[in-house]
């Protein structure tokens, strides 16, 4: 079997197994209960806690995180923070048409009589998101929608004109999961500080920066990313963990608004019994990505390029979607690699490579049916007919798989364009 979707899941690695079960059978209790089993579980939950705000390089003094049971949780959570509460409505610019609430929406919203969409401009984004950010947005097409260029990434004279005084979120994924653009977050932070400081002067509310981080911690100095962020959400299942567990980071000044009532767990912001183990383990996995970060980079950002050689000269026809050249890793993760194959049906190519266990995909897995073609790739530039493959690389890969999976894909091409 050659597994080539590390974007879309990883296998758990050998120790974090281990670690894994060793949690599982001593932290069982409950860290809410107040006993001797329940303190033990709960001082373990704090530690990972604390392990996880270090290596993103922040405090419990300046931040909160909240453990959730995946990141399409975690980011739910940041977002609905920022969507608009009852009764509140989009006032439409003088020259803009006014476009009412879909049935029922308005009543949901607790307004009356002539009302009209909510605050669609107070979340920026673009089509890099993820689908848990995107199908979470209010939004209209052209309001909060921020283009993006050729090569993937956020236009950033787009971006700046898209804020008015009421945005008060942008959302911007660190590593696309589709074409592994690494976004300049940088960049976006100085425009937003700039911002910050005449909203401050103004007596008008701050403007947050929100990245799903999901794709990074491999691939990117998390300590970077928190730098330039305000908001941050993880996944332990792209990290060789097991699945389960999924993180949200902010800057202790927002005000989250918790999205499930019951206990007080994660300090009243998610309610339910944490998954000790699983924390504990996501916590070690991400310890571990961060600290053999170059090494891993080096290793499958070579096999990557080697395999991009591989298919140039036996498919010279076949294309790179998004930003791509050979060694950056600064600007396109090192394990990622999107192709656009002319004339095939993507059905066919998944099933003829499946057929040969090679497991690879079109896009996100999260995607319904995960066969048809994104809005992303759509935005990046219309081609004619044909196929896009999103192969994703990882440190167990080897370059006999690399090889072999070379050999299936000219062949399963040849097949299907005879």
């Given amino acids: ?48 806690r604390l392990k996880v705000l270090d290596i993103l390089g922040v405090s419990r003094e300046t931040h909160n995180l909240v453990f959730t049971s995946n ?17 509140e409505v989009y006032e439409p610019k003088a020259n803009e048409e006014k476009v009412p609430l879909v049935k029922g929406q308005a009543e949901r919203l607790g307004g009356n009589g002539e ?51 009421n945005t008060k979120l942008i959302c911007i994924q660190s590593v696309n999961n589709e074409i592994g653009t690494i976004q300049p977050l940088k960049e976006i932070r100085a425009l937003v500080d700039k911002i910050n400081i005449f909203r401050t002067k103004q007596g008008i509310g701050k403007l947050y920066i929100f990245s799903d981080s999901a794709q990074a911690p491999y691939w990117i100095n998390l300590k970077e990313i928190m730098q330039n962020v305000d ?78 050689s591989l298919i140039n000269s036996s498919n010279p026809e076949i294309e790179i979607n998004g930003f791509f050249e050979k060694a950056n890793f600064k600007k396109r993760a090192a394990n990622n690699l999107n192709i656009f194959i002319p004339k095939i049906n993507i059905d066919q190519i998944l099933t003829f490579l499946s057929l040969n266990n090679v497991c690879v995909s079109s896009g996100s897995n999260c995607q319904s049916g995960a066969t048809k073609q994104s809005q992303l790739i759509n935005e990046l530039g219309n ?36």
Wanted: proline fraction near 4%.
């Fill in 1 to 48: 079997m050659i597994y080539l979707d590390y974007a879309g899941s990883t296998p758990v690695l050998p120790e974090l197994l281990e670690h894994f079960i060793a949690t599982t059978n001593k932290y069982w209790g409950n860290p809410s209960a107040i006993h001797p089993i329940g303190r033990l579980a709960k001082s373990e939950l704090e530690q990972s």
């Fill in 383 to 418: 081609k004619e007919a044909g196929a896009n493959l999103r192969i994703t690389l990882g440190i167990l890969t080897k370059k006999e798989e690399i090889d072999e999976f070379a050999k299936i894909l000219s062949m399963s091409i040849q097949n299907l364009t005879a």
């Fill in 231 to 308: 908001i941050l959400s993880l996944s332990s299942s792209k990290i060789y963990a097991p699945k389960g567990v999924g993180c949200l980071i902010l800057n202790k000044e927002i005000n989250l608004i918790p999205e499930a009532n019951g206990g007080n767990q994660e300090n009243g912001y998610r309610a339910g019994t944490e998954n000790v183990a699983g924390i504990s383990t996501f916590a070690k996995a991400l310890e571990i990505s961060q600290n053999n970060l170059e090494g891993n980079i080096k290793t499958v950002l070579e096999l990557r390029d080697y395999l991009v």
């Fill in 71 to 87: 990141i399409t949780e975690a980011n739910h959570l940041a977002i609905q923070t920022f969507k608009p509460r009852n009764g």
């Fill in 115 to 165: 009302v009209y969409e909510p605050h669609t401009g107070n979340i920026l984004f673009s089509t890099l998101e993820h689908d848990s950010i995107l199908k979470n947005i209010i939004y209209r097409d052209g309001i909060n929608q921020v283009k993006i260029d050729p090569n993937g990434f956020i236009d950033l004279e787009n971006l700046e004109a898209k804020i008015t005084n």
